[in-house]
């Protein structure tokens, strides 16, 4: 979905000994700027003069083959991690043998590592994203080998405007993330322990991992559950839990028009008429009192870089903390807070388990009950990853919450 405030760039293009300057519209999904220095490159250009510029900052505006693009960003990924290996991952992960064997490691030391790595990931990311292609104002591009692109960008990003004619220039990567949004949406996620799919749509955070599912199966209902919420629903995997369990009614917000339209999509193909969509910060307006509140928010009390890590960072974990002060208000008597959390930042000495229950309790919440289940997903079981100490240690928890 195109932005409301259209931003452009513009580079030198030689034919015929002649220059001229061309402009396009820039898209991003990250919110990049647009690059303040673009150059041609194709298939000449060999990989390592490509990564010397775009470590200088300079854009690569690609005029070869489609596929050998492909390469040029494989070639250039590669050259990015053995320059790490010789450099700040190689103490990242130096630092990470030493914590999964040294439990008595400082620890200022886990947090530290978790935030260089971050470090290290954004600035691959950056190098990388200056890779960058045209389409024209029907989304196709006119490079040799390009596979039709212009579904998949209509729906991510909207139509462009025709009458202007105007072309576009996006990073090949945020394409890369387009085309692969774009097969999610006609694949499905296989949730399994459900025995169906949820199908996600671009800029909106796949249930890949779903360990946390069965909790929610094996939760039993509050007496009374006539009226539930599912607070930042995304895809709408909660809220179709809840309808499948039985819940009468069930009001699913998010503050993303991508999260809404997705939610929309999944409930149609599934034919749930008990869950309504409501655009919200939190908590619906106009709505009867729950009787059952659940959230999954994002499990790490850190700042997105990107609109897609608002489902996995939570800045000063403002969400959680609105999501629990707001809880009592919107619950009727008796009822039940499902709170879907991983103590994952517990383990990255990013937050406490003695500031969590202190916010329960300012809410004016305790615990009924909580049910935990470990990780399943290729990560935790990565003894190479800089974080396996924490991630092998993580635990996924369904809390229970009730009135004091």
């Known amino acids: 979905m195109l932005a409301t405030q259209k931003q452009y760039v513009q580079w030198l293009e030689n034919k015929d000994g002649n220059e001229t300057l061309h402009q396009a519209l820039w898209l991003s999904e990250s919110n990049h700027a647009p690059p303040a220095r673009i150059v041609l490159v194709d298939d000449k250009t060999t990989a390592d003069d490509a990564y010397r510029l775009a470590c200088e900052g300079t854009s690569l505006l690609w005029r070869g083959d489609f596929h050998n693009a492909r390469q040029l960003l494989q070639a250039l990924g590669r050259r990015i991690d053995r320059t790490n290996e010789r450099s700040e991952l190689r103490k990242v992960k130096k630092a990470a043998n030493k914590s999964a064997a040294d439990k008595s490691v400082a620890p200022k030391e886990i947090p530290n590592l978790f935030h260089q790595q971050r470090q290290i990931q954004a600035q691959r990311a950056r190098i990388l994203s200056r890779l960058l292609l045209e389409l024209d104002a029907n989304y196709v591009s006119q490079l040799r080998r390009a596979p039709d692109v212009s579904a998949a960008c209509t729906v991510a990003f909207g139509q462009l405007d025709k009458e202007l004619n105007e072309s576009c220039v996006l990073s090949f990567r945020d394409l890369q993330g387009v085309l692969g949004a774009a097969q999610w949406r006609e694949k499905g996620v296989p949730i399994e322990s459900l025995g169906l799919s949820i199908f996600p749509h671009y ?202």
């Open 203 to 404: 800029g909106v955070f796949a249930p890949t991992r779903h360990e946390y599912v069965q909790l929610l199966l094996d939760a039993p209902l509050p007496k009374v559950h006539d009226v539930a919420y599912d607070i930042g629903t995304g895809t709408g995997l909660l809220a179709i839990i809840l309808a499948q369990r039985g819940v009468k009614q069930v009001i699913a917000t998010d503050l993303n028009p991508r999260a809404l339209a997705c939610a929309k999509e999944n409930f149609t193909r599934l034919a749930l008429t008990s869950v309504q969509l409501q655009q919200a910060d939190l908590y619906p307006t106009d709505a009867p009192l729950a009787n059952l509140i659940v959230c999954n928010p994002p499990w790490l009390p850190a700042k997105p870089s990107s609109p897609l890590e608002y489902a996995v960072y939570d800045a000063n974990s403002k969400m959680l903390r609105g999501f629990l002060q707001g809880a009592k208000t919107h619950l009727a008597e008796q009822g039940e807070v499902w709170l879907i959390l991983s103590d994952l930042a517990e383990h990255l000495q990013l937050r406490t388990r003695e500031e969590l229950l202190g916010w329960f309790a300012d809410s004016g919440l305790t615990v009924k009950y909580r049910l935990d289940t470990k990780p399943k997903h290729g990560r935790s079981q990565d003894d190479t990853d800089p974080l396996f100490a924490a991630r092998s240690a993580e635990i996924t928890s369904l809390w229970c919450l009730e009135r004091v």
